[in-house]
């Protein structure tokens, strides 16, 4: 069975702090690995990454990804309270045509 | 920026009663998804529909769901027979390709209250 385990659960931080945010898996046939912010409904895309080692950027968040130790981490510099959301790693595997989700890491970020 | 539509934002309905969840994923996409979330929970998948069929669905989609795309643009969930287990919020998706290539854009969902 396909396994996504997001850590930390949840963390506060204050404004101009970074955070660090984890994702490991264990799929069969692993194909993409995409980041999510949830706020209050719908889970918005920020990154999808299919290779090792290149790191993608978008603003303050960055991502990369690590297939031989099966994780991967999202980085947002500079937080602001905007920031706060769950995040979420899903992943994708060659068997079907699904994404299987992680727990999430609820992240505050305080004035 | 276009994006996936889902109505009703809030459905309330008694055990046993037949719901349709309806979503309008964004126009050039196709491939087409069901995703919930259990209050608490991760999210989880339901079913992937591409050309007009069903091309995965978890054991949670069993014989009281069905999906179906009616016409050009709508794609609905259907759940027969409602039981309190089904209460969570349903999100539905899409992708211009398969999850190799493009990732899925998700609706505000419909949170669905079985009572």
């Known amino acids: 069975e396909d396994k996504v385990v997001q850590s930390p659960l949840s963390l506060v931080v204050h404004e101009g702090d970074t955070v660090t945010l984890n994702c490991s898996y264990e799929v069969t046939n692993f194909r993409s690995l995409l980041w999510y912010k949830q706020e209050k409904k719908a889970p918005t895309f920020l990154f999808m990454l299919?290779?090792?080692?290149i790191e993608k950027k978008s603003g303050r968040l960055s991502s990369i990804l690590d297939k031989k130790e099966l994780f991967s981490i999202l980085n947002i510099t500079a937080t602001q309270t905007g920031d706060s959301a769950v995040y979420l790693c899903a992943v994708g595997a060659a068997a079907g045509n699904k994404l299987t989700f992680g727990g999430g890491t609820r992240v505050l970020v305080k004035p | 920026e276009p994006e996936v539509t889902q109505t009703p934002s809030h459905q309330v309905t008694q055990m046993g009663q037949e719901v349709i969840l309806r979503c309008v994923p964004i126009?050039?996409?196709?491939?087409f998804y069901w995703y919930r979330q259990i209050l608490g929970q991760k999210v989880e998948f339901l079913v992937s529909f591409y050309n007009n069929e069903i091309s995965e669905k978890s054991e949670i989609f069993d014989d009281q769901f069905s999906v179906e795309r009616p016409d050009g643009s709508n794609f609905t969930l259907k759940i027969r027979s409602t039981k309190l287990e089904d209460s969570a919020m349903y999100f539905c998706a899409s992708s211009e390709a398969g999850i190799y290539n493009s990732p899925l854009h998700f609706g505000n969902g419909t949170r669905l209250t079985v009572t």
């Open positions: 299919t290779s090792s080692g």
């Open positions: 126009s050039n996409h196709l491939y």
